[in-house]
């Protein structure tokens, strides 16, 4: 079963626009929700995580995600895309019931335009 | 001061040939994994360890063998290498099991069976 999606493989956006990268989950217990970024032949860099703190999560760079439970939902947001900011992202879930191993969506690529 | 370092970067090599990656933190965590990328970017967990002992191991071929000779390195041994196993391989690590730990990334070994 699928326990995270990850609803746009590629999303396209003009240099100083908001990003929105967008992310559900599915799961029976409260999950610990992650996003990763990573540039072309990088390694994967921790952006932000939830887990069951505040449901408005800020991050590195600039980057904040919003737990929704009502939605099942962690989308990824950013007020003002930068070149530096193409990369692929990649929305995580860590559930109890998967024996803590973390889940991988299968990945957004973001291009910005300048 | 890398955390999570793996070698070799790039590994090319004949079909049946056996190769081994190796993979070492830093960081004093208690818990290793390897994760395999493929050429479509998604990423799947393939084993895991937890002060030395195996506690996940997907369904994964028997010509992949892990080895964890202490906490701080978990080395990845594969035998008669077949085009499939071409992909980039991650080590991660984190600080435990639980579902709230964020793994750490190394940068990557990218395998190309030939």
């Known amino acids: 079963a699928q326990s995270v999606t990850q609803l746009d493989s590629h999303v396209s956006v003009s240099e100083g626009t908001p990003v929105l990268l967008r992310c559900n989950y599915s799961?029976?217990?409260?999950?610990?929700l992650f996003w990763y970024v990573q540039h072309p032949n990088k390694g994967l860099q921790l952006l932000l995580k939830?887990?069951?703190?505040?449901?408005l999560v800020k991050g590195i760079n600039g980057f904040e995600a919003e737990f929704k439970k009502s939605e099942t939902s962690f989308h990824l947001t950013k007020p003002s895309a930068h070149m530096s900011d193409a990369a692929e992202y990649f929305c995580?879930?860590?559930?109890?019931?998967?024996?803590?191993?973390?889940?991988f969506g299968s990945g957004t690529r973001l291009l910005v335009r300048p | 001061d890398t955390a999570v370092s793996q070698t070799p970067k790039y590994l090319v090599t004949q079909m049946e040939n056996d190769k081994s990656i190796k993979c070492e933190q830093n960081?004093?965590?208690?818990?290793m994994y390897w994760y395999k990328q493929d050429s479509k970017k998604f990423l799947k967990i393939m084993f895991s360890?937890?002060?030395?002992?195996?506690?996940i191991n997907e369904t994964v071929p028997n010509r992949f063998s892990p080895k964890s000779p202490d906490k701080a390195h978990l080395n990845l041994h594969i035998n008669s290498l077949e085009l499939g196993d071409s992909a980039v391989y991650f080590c991660?690590?984190?600080?435990?099991?639980?579902?709230?730990?964020?793994?750490?990334f190394g940068q990557g070994t990218r395998l190309t069976v030939v």
């Open positions: 799961s029976s217990y409260s999950p610990s």
């Open positions: 360890y937890n002060n030395k002992e195996l506690i």
């Open positions: 995580v879930v860590s559930l109890p019931d998967s024996s803590y191993k973390l889940i």
């Open positions: 939830y887990t069951s703190a505040a449901t």
């Open positions: 960081l004093g965590h208690d818990t």
């Open positions: 991660a690590s984190s600080r435990g099991r639980g579902q709230h730990f964020e793994a750490f």
